[in-house]
Each structure stands twice: as C-alpha cells, then as structure tokens.
C-alpha cells in the first residue's frame, strides 16, 4: 500500500549531522573520541546550579513553572545587553530574545531572513550546523574566500556582483567551529566596511568568544555595525549545553519577526531554565568560573600541539587555536580524511571529517580534533594513534603507487 504522507519540499532538504552519526560511532568502548565539539563535563557546576535550582523552587517555584513570555527572562535579557555590552556592542535588553540554544537562533535568522533561491554567505569552512539550519529554507550558499584569519573582505566587497540580493553573511569571528582562527581587530574592521559598502548585513555567531587563553579577541564585529548585524551568543560552553540556553541581540527592525518566529516554535525557552542560570550567574559567578576552564582548556590545547607536533608524519598542516576548542588539521595531498576514519575508530581514535564544514567544494584532506573533553594523557595517547593510522596510510600509498 501507497503511503498517505507527502512531505514538504523542505524536508528533502534535511540531513542528519554527520557529527551525530560519528558519536554513535565512538560510544563504543575503548574509543577516544575527539569527534564531537562538546565541551568538558567535569567543568559545569553541579553545586552551584543544584543551589539556584533549590533557590527558585523555594522562591519562585510557581511562576518557575508556569507559562513564560516569549522574550525571555527580564533579569537574564538585562544581564545579556550587559555583556555584550563587555564586547563594545551598545544593546538594550528590549533587543534581546532568549532562545532555546544559539541553534534556535540560527533556525530562527533562516525563518525570517531565507527565501528558495536567495543568496547567503558563509565562510570557507563554516559551522555544520549553520548549514543545517538555514538549508531548508532553500537559500543558494555562496562560499566566501577565507584565510587564517577568517573571510577575506574582497570576498565580502564582491557580493553585489557575485551574489546579488545576498540576504546575510554568516561570520563566526572568534575561535571559529571548525578551524579555530580568530580575526583580527584590522580584519574585522575591513571586513565590517566591506559589509556597509556592499549592503550585506552580518549575522554574527559567538559561542567561543570567552575561551581565550592568552588575551580576549577584540571588539564583536556587531558593534561596528549594530543596526546592519545580528548577534547571537550561548551559555553552553560557558555553563552548560544542558539547559539549552542562547540569545540573539538583534537590531529593533527585526526583533519583533524574530519574536513572532519563536513564539510558533515554541511559545517560549523554558522559564525554570533561565531563572536557574540567571540565580547562578547574577552576582559574578562566570567571573571566577570561566577562568578555570580557560586554564583547563588551554593544558588541553598545548598537549595537543605538543602530539601533533611529535607524532603526525610530514606533510600534515595546522595552527594551534589561541583559544576555543578545535584543531583543524590539514593531511597531506592525496589523503581523504572520510576514508580513513574507519581505520582510525578501528584504532581507537575518531574525529570528525572535514568535508561537511564546505557549503562548496569540500576539501578531503581537512579533518577537526577537539581538545577538550579528554586529558593530556589521553590526548597524546590519541594523537599517537592518529599518526600511526596516518603513517601506515602514507606506507600503503607508496606501495600501491610503485611500479
């Protein structure tokens, strides 16, 4: 029998994140896994959101519970304009939606800014879930030219001409998912006057900006341009993923369609939730917290320069992040990182490959470690296995390829 459902065109258009698929993979035992971009657990504060839980439930229990509005929060909204007001973007809390993970607020941006066929810029490589979220609202991406420090302004300046009526760029300025890079102030400041004189507005994504570990990234590129950007912001690394807690700071032409877009998604983020993190965090806690997992983080990242360094053959290229959470690893011509990764989960070790961070023309080669949720032990036992599954792959080539 025939089935009755005929699905929308939109759903054609959706795909399971290959990252999900790839940590299904490695809870097998004995996997080391720097797969997924999750950060440490043994950093979220168990004590103190069991107290803010038993706070509110003491205090506020029945309106914790209840029906919430759809923006969110007030004490949260404010706390939010403070911040980023830390980042020299001037913002009101009436300008601030409390958003069910910074995804929604990519889900959200694609709701009311994508058309079938518009055109929407991102940089070479991007975020997964970017992509994820504003493909089924049928835009045609555009691939921006981008370097160590992130898109190039040329390639924003040549938008008019190569994608005309394109609706965003979507720039990720700070420790970049996947490839870690942070652009400097000059760049982002070339890249914000590219932006004005072509008419692109920006939609900035910043859920690393407070891991740094040696100083903190300069000025978001939304308070060079806030009424031409969105920006969108997370608790998940800095608290945890768990509560499914982000905002978007979104200028006032916008606010009310992104507002009516969450309100049919989900009427609201769930209240308990933001009265939990706001307990929490009202009085300074992330001032004494995040520094601890900058310091984790950073042990984390040295070990792993340090492997690379020791045990990946010649020929693969990298940088070491100046904060973040991921390496972005370059193999050496020839080599297809979605290929080997069998041999590497048959090893012990995965990663994620890094052909589906390309709207465009992926690159076979590129493959993402996260450093954060093993220990330097582990991280140097992983990379040794990496570079032994590398070094085997290099020994097999070469026989296959002599006549």
């Known amino acids: 029998m025939s089935s009755p459902w005929t699905q929308a065109r939109r759903a054609a258009r959706m795909n399971p994140s290959i990252i999900r698929e790839i940590l299904k993979v490695t809870e097998k035992p004995g996997i080391l896994s720097m797969a997924g971009g999750l950060p440490s657990a043994d950093t979220f504060p168990v004590d103190a959101l069991k107290a ?52 929604q607020g990519l889900d959200l941006v694609g709701k009311i800014l994508c058309d079938a066929g518009a055109p929407v810029a991102v940089e070479t490589p991007t975020y997964l879930g970017a992509l994820q979220a504003f493909t089924p609202y049928e835009p045609i991406f555009t691939s921006l030219a981008s370097d160590e420090q992130g898109v190039r302004p040329e390639a924003i300046a040549a938008l008019p001409h190569d994608a005309p ?7 990720l300025p700070n420790y ?19 932006a004005q004189t072509a008419r692109v507005p920006i939609v900035e994504d910043n859920p690393y900006g407070d891991l740094w570990f040696d100083e903190p990234p300069p000025a978001s590129l939304s308070s060079l341009w806030p009424e031409g950007s969105i920006y969108l912001g997370s608790f998940s690394k800095v608290l945890t993923p768990g509560f499914r807690l982000g905002y978007i700071v979104a200028p006032d032409e916008l606010y009310p369609k992104l507002l009516q877009a969450k309100q049919a998604a989900d009427l609201h983020t769930p209240g308990f939730n933001q009265r939990v993190v706001h307990e929490v965090i009202k009085n300074g806690f992330l001032d004494q917290h995040v520094p601890k997992i900058r310091a984790r983080y950073k042990a984390n990242r040295d070990a792993m320069a340090a492997a690379l360094e020791q045990h990946l053959p010649a020929g693969c290229e990298w940088q070491s992040p100046a904060g973040g959470m991921f390496f972005w690893i370059r193999l050496p011509e020839g080599f297809d990182a979605m290929a080997l990764l069998p041999l590497a989960v048959e090893a012990g070790i995965a990663y994620v490959p890094g052909a589906a961070f390309y709207a465009h023309k992926p690159d076979p080669r590129s493959l993402r470690l996260s450093f954060v949720t093993l220990t330097p032990d582990l991280i140097t036992e992983g990379v040794a296995i990496l570079g032994r599954v590398l070094r085997e792959a290099l020994v097999e080539t070469a026989e296959t390829t002599t006549p």
């Open 52 to 103: 803010a839980c038993d706070q509110v439930l003491s205090k506020n229990a029945k309106e914790a519970l209840q029906y919430a509005s759809s923006e969110g929060f007030a004490p949260l909204r404010e706390w939010v304009a403070a911040k980023v007001g830390t980042l020299g973007l001037n913002a009101r809390p009436d300008q601030v939606l409390i958003t069910s993970g910074s995804q």
């Open 176 to 194: 970049q998912n996947p490839t870690g890079r942070v652009m400097s102030l000059a760049r982002r400041e070339a890249v914000v006057a590219a």
């Open 165 to 171: 009526g394109t609706r965003f760029s979507y720039l």
